[in-house]
């Protein structure tokens, strides 16, 4: 209740801070928030060409497939890797103004989610002149998307305020950031893989988020039901947990800084 309080009393710096991590993101750019749309679009083309064309890849509606994949992993991606050093770019205003610390992390992560529904105006399009078409069953993607906003920001809570104190976190972060995408199946179906790599990617809930997103976009369906279950249960899990440790180091920012 104390974290809802102070972002009510604080809703005006974090309204400016959102903002901020989004223009800021392109300042500077000529073609500015557009690149919203243009990376995701270009990432897709050249796994596209790769994988469909040099690789010989036959799955249907491949370029869908990608795109669906992509644009949920680059939310997911970009708040990570912004998020982690959210306190330590931040460190003069930490040091001279007091400010709920968490605004910051929580910046990040919803610049992020303002970004990727942005992005999906990309799949949209996909569907529609790929020939898929679009159902009523994109209803369920925002519903998805919060999940996965509260998942990334309990990472972001976590991991921000250890890099405070293990400044090699990051780094190591984006290593294992590096192998997740791998094995996440965004550029091929778990299918396609044996059995016991198909247990081991279930463990990943990315993956589940992404099937989550293509169920709705792509294959005009409704996700699992225990599949939701299991993530919200997770998600609460991660996001309670990551806030716990925030609050638990967030004492020594000033100092550590």
């Known amino acids: 209740m104390k974290l809802i309080h102070d972002l009510y009393n604080y809703r005006e710096l974090l309204k400016s801070n959102v903002k901020k991590e989004i223009r800021g993101k392109y300042k500077g750019s000529f073609l500015g928030i557009l690149w919203s749309f243009i990376n995701p679009l270009l990432q897709t083309i050249v796994y596209t ?52 610390r968490e605004i910051l992390p929580i910046s990040v992560v919803l610049s992020g989610l303002v970004n990727f529904f942005i992005s999906c105006l990309i799949i949209l399009l996909f569907c529609l002149f790929s020939g898929i078409g679009i159902s009523w069953h994109i209803i369920i993607v925002p519903f998805i998307a919060v999940i996965q906003f509260f998942f990334t920001l309990g990472l972001v809570f976590a991991l921000s305020a250890i890099n405070i104190y293990i400044q090699d976190t990051e780094y190591i972060i984006q290593f294992i950031l590096n192998m997740v995408f791998y094995a996440t199946p965004i550029l091929y179906q778990a299918t396609d893989l044996p059995i016991l790599f198909q247990k081991l990617l279930n ?23 225990r599949i939701i279950i299991i993530l919200i249960v997770l998600t609460t899990i991660v996001c309670f947990g990551g806030f716990k440790i925030f609050k638990k180091l967030e004492k020594g920012f000033a100092e550590q800084v």
């Open 203 to 225: 463990l990943n809930p990315i993956t589940h988020m992404l099937n989550a997103y293509r169920d709705a976009f792509m294959y005009h369906s409704l996700p699992s039901a």
């Open 49 to 100: 060409i790769v994988f469909s064309i040099i690789m010989k890849n036959s799955m249907d509606n491949y370029l869908i497939f990608v795109v669906t994949g992509i644009i949920p992993w680059n939310f997911f991606l970009t708040t990570m890797i912004q998020g982690i050093t959210t306190i330590k770019s931040n460190a003069g205003i930490i040091k001279k103004v007091y400010f709920p």
